[in-house]
């Protein structure tokens, strides 16, 4: 385990519309205010056709391949995440979410692309004090937060 110490700064609110693409609209936020490291919150709706990443096809081969599902109608979505540097210093998010539609669920990485329905709610608490980024691992190809 890895850790260090930091304390909340500001506070985004951010209301993204139909069609908005949720973490694009994050970074962008993040970049124009110059918040570099943040926790994030997300609760709205998903439309169809966005996609997540579910799970790693085999996790313990040497080439991680990733598993991605569409989701098939508009669905609730209710996500955590966090915001971290990469290596170039452009914010990173990384975010799951899980996404219902009656009686089914689908939980994964909101990076391959997942569009706002109608609307989604998204607080960014800034971190402040720490240095932490995400670094390339050379192994897997993520880019791994180095608190």
Same mark, same amino acid.
């Given at each position: 385990?890895?850790?260090?110490?930091?304390?909340?700064?500001?506070? *985004?609110? *951010?209301?993204?519309? /139909?069609?908005?693409?949720?973490?694009?609209?994050?970074?962008?936020?993040?970049?124009?205010?110059?918040?570099? =490291?943040?926790?994030?919150?997300?609760?709205?709706?998903?439309?169809?056709?966005?996609?997540?990443?579910? !799970? $790693?096809?085999?996790?313990?081969?040497?080439?991680?391949?990733?598993?991605?599902?569409?989701?098939? !109608?508009?669905?609730?979505?209710? !996500?955590?995440?966090?915001?971290?540097? /990469?290596?170039?210093?452009?914010?990173?998010?990384?975010?799951?979410?899980?996404?219902?539609?009656?009686?089914?669920?689908?939980?994964?990485?909101?990076? $391959?692309?997942?569009?706002?329905?109608?609307?989604?709610?998204?607080?960014?608490?800034?971190?402040?004090?720490? !240095?932490?980024? =995400?670094?390339? /691992?050379?192994?897997?190809?993520?880019?791994?937060?180095?608190?």
């Amino acid at each position: 385990m890895r850790y260090s110490e930091g304390r909340i700064g500001r506070v *985004l609110v *951010l209301r993204l519309e /139909d069609g908005d693409v949720l973490h694009e609209c994050v970074e962008r936020a993040a970049f124009e205010s110059n918040i570099q =490291r943040a926790a994030v919150l997300v609760v709205g709706g998903a439309d169809r056709g966005s996609r997540l990443v579910v !799970g $790693p096809k085999d996790g313990r081969e040497d080439d991680i391949l990733p598993v991605l599902t569409e989701l098939a !109608g508009e669905s609730e979505i209710a !996500g955590v995440g966090t915001l971290f540097p /990469d290596e170039d210093g452009m914010p990173s998010l990384h975010l799951h979410a899980s996404c219902g539609r009656g009686e089914k669920s689908v939980t994964g990485c909101v990076r $391959p692309g997942v569009k706002t329905w109608i609307i989604q709610e998204v607080i960014v608490m800034e971190l402040m004090g720490l !240095g932490s980024k =995400r670094i390339t /691992d050379p192994r897997s190809g993520f880019k791994l937060l180095e608190p």
